[in-house]
């Protein structure tokens, strides 16, 4: 089975513009997370959607929203960049959300906001 | 808060040693327990889980051992290779009876350097 892809891979914004990343689960998954990882702050939850319903959502402001379509692709978007935004971004995918299973991670996109 | 933290932050060993890369949790509710290895440039790459269950379980060359009395994980690595080198995280989450489980909270993690 392919893993999961991530689109693009490395982005650059300046402060004030918003920004969409994608994600393609691996195919049979339903759950889709996405997790912010920086040096500083490691990895930190953002939200988790199953069924095109978000299930959980971390302490993110709401500059940071994200959708989940029937076919189980997920966007995440952030609205008005900050400098502070700049990170990697995490997606992961499993079977369910409502037990405990591996979650497989992308490659992730890298986010530089200048 | 709940978190999950990790005691060193480097670990330097010999090729061909094994290595040892620990992990304390604070919260007692956990019943699930993953190791993540993270490369430079790339996602987290899963290694091996254990459930609350549980207090050792064994994979290829690796071994996850979990003590809930003192809420102690460890990652053990047996024969460590150049390629072991990494980034090790480990994660916890609880399974929530109808409600799904709580997000993943992962540690700081531990850099693995391998010396030839």
């Known amino acids: 089975k392919a893993g999961v892809t991530q689109t693009p891979r490395y982005l650059i914004k300046t402060r004030g513009q918003q920004v969409t990343l994608s994600c393609s689960p691996i195919?049979?998954?339903?759950?889709v997370s996405w997790y912010q990882q920086t040096p500083g702050q490691g990895l930190q939850f953002l939200f988790e959607?199953?069924?095109?319903?978000?299930?959980n959502k971390g302490n993110f402001p709401g500059r940071f929203s994200g959708r989940q379509f029937s076919n189980s692709r997920s966007e995440m978007n952030v609205s008005t960049l900050e400098l502070g935004d700049s990170a990697l971004y995490l997606c992961?995918?499993?079977?369910?959300?409502?037990?405990?299973?591996?979650?497989?991670f992308g490659p992730g996109t890298r986010l530089l906001v200048l | 808060g709940e978190s999950v933290g990790l005691h060193l932050p480097t670990l330097s060993v010999q090729e061909g040693d094994n290595s040892i890369i620990n992990c304390a949790y604070s919260?007692?509710?956990?019943?699930?327990f993953i190791w993540y290895k993270q490369e430079s440039g790339k996602g987290p790459q899963f290694i091996i889980d254990?459930?609350?269950?549980?207090d050792k379980r064994q994979g290829q060359r690796v071994t996850v051992l979990l003590n809930k009395t003192v809420k102690h994980l460890s990652l053990q690595i047996a024969a460590t290779q150049p390629g072991d080198s990494a980034v090790y995280f480990c994660?916890?989450?609880?399974?929530?009876?109808?409600?799904?489980?709580?997000?993943?909270?992962f540690g700081k993690g531990t850099r693995l350097s391998v010396i030839a």
């Open positions: 959607y199953f069924s095109e319903t978000q299930r």
């Open positions: 195919s049979g998954h339903r759950s």
């Open positions: 254990i459930r609350s269950n549980m």
């Open positions: 994660a916890e989450n609880t399974l929530l009876s109808g409600s799904g489980n709580t997000p993943l909270v």
């Open positions: 919260n007692s509710a956990s019943d699930y």
């Open positions: 992961a995918s499993s079977f369910l959300w409502d037990s405990q299973e591996t979650q497989y």
